[in-house]
């Protein structure tokens, strides 16, 4: 039930093309959602993130759709470029405890193709 | 701000040897603090927490631990390094819901 499933394990994109990487998870008190964004050798970075209350957040060429009847969230990001080309994490944790821990899928790899 | 600093940013150790990795976070007080394990093409495995000085909670069994010596610093430690603990090592904070990683360390253990 902690388990947050991602797929796919990766995808290939033309440049200029949709990138769309989906979640789906169990525990019904998770309310916090954020993506990473990790580049090789580097650290995940916070990306963007989403709570129950919204059914879509955009920043800037990344938007989160979430679904909460689903228990489903995505990535999208438009219009994609070669410098998107990473490994993207999904999560997702309960906020009501600060002792909780995000609960992360295993990891999509990004290719976008110049 | 806040920043999060970890080293060494690499290190080679051989099998056997003792192991300290450090974690320090600038700009924050009492954060939460994280260890993770990251294999080579893998997903990110949570090591330890701590929610306070010198409380640890360890999420998976091995030969690592680690400590807490002071409010924003994180320590890995081992006595006896194995072959299987090559990785990317990540220490991440967290206050309220946003959580933050650091740059990491890649060990490689010969």
């Known amino acids: 039930q902690q388990q947050v499933k991602q797929s796919p394990q990766s995808l290939i994109v033309q440049k200029g093309g949709i990138s769309i990487i989906n979640c789906a998870y169990e525990?019904?008190?998770?309310?916090?959602f954020p993506w990473y964004q990790q580049f090789p050798g580097k650290g995940p970075a916070l990306l963007i993130a989403?709570?129950?209350?919204?059914s879509e957040k955009k920043e800037g060429r990344f938007t989160i759709s979430f679904n909460k009847s689903a228990k489903q969230f995505s990535l999208h990001i438009m219009d994609s470029q070669p410098g998107d080309s990473a490994t993207y994490f999904c999560a997702a944790t309960p906020t009501n405890s600060g002792y909780s821990t995000l609960t992360f899928g295993k990891g999509t790899m990004l290719l976008v193709s110049p | 701000s806040q920043t999060i600093h970890q080293w060494p940013a690499t290190l080679v150790q051989p099998v056997g040897s003792p192991l300290s990795l450090e974690c320090t976070v600038e700009?924050?007080?009492?954060?939460?603090l994280y260890w993770y394990r990251q294999a080579a093409g893998r997903g990110l495995q949570l090591l330890f927490y701590?929610?306070?000085?010198?409380?640890i909670s360890s999420e998976v069994p091995q030969n690592l631990s680690a400590s807490r010596p002071q409010d924003r610093q994180f320590i890995l430690s081992s006595k006896k390094l194995l072959l299987s603990d090559s990785g990317f090592y990540l220490c991440?904070?967290?206050?309220?819901?946003?959580?933050?990683f650091g740059p990491g360390t890649r060990l490689t253990v010969t």
């Open positions: 525990n019904t008190a998770f309310d916090y």
């Open positions: 701590s929610v306070g000085i010198g409380q």
């Open positions: 991440a904070w967290r206050l309220l819901t946003e959580q933050y």
């Open positions: 989403i709570r129950p209350d919204v």
């Open positions: 700009g924050t007080s009492n954060p939460n």
